[in-house]
């Protein structure tokens, strides 16, 4: 999968916006499962190519 450089920001809005607005104000973090399988595969995937280029031991 292939991300832009330049991504555009969707509005948020709701029970979202209520969740996101907490989280900031008291310095904690919003995931969900999909979100943290979704950092797993991109971690996984550069250190496997940091393996086959040398750069991470």
């Excluded at 330049?6 to 996101?20: E, F």
Aim: aromatic share 4%; no cysteine; proline share 4%.
């Amino acid at each position: 999968m292939k991300y832009p450089l330049q991504t555009q920001s969707k509005p948020v809005s709701g029970m979202a916006a209520k969740k996101l607005l907490e989280a900031i104000d008291s310095g904690r973090a919003v995931v969900n499962d999909r979100m943290i399988a979704l950092a797993k595969r991109i971690s996984a995937r550069r250190r496997r190519q940091a393996l086959k280029n040398g750069q991470f031991r």
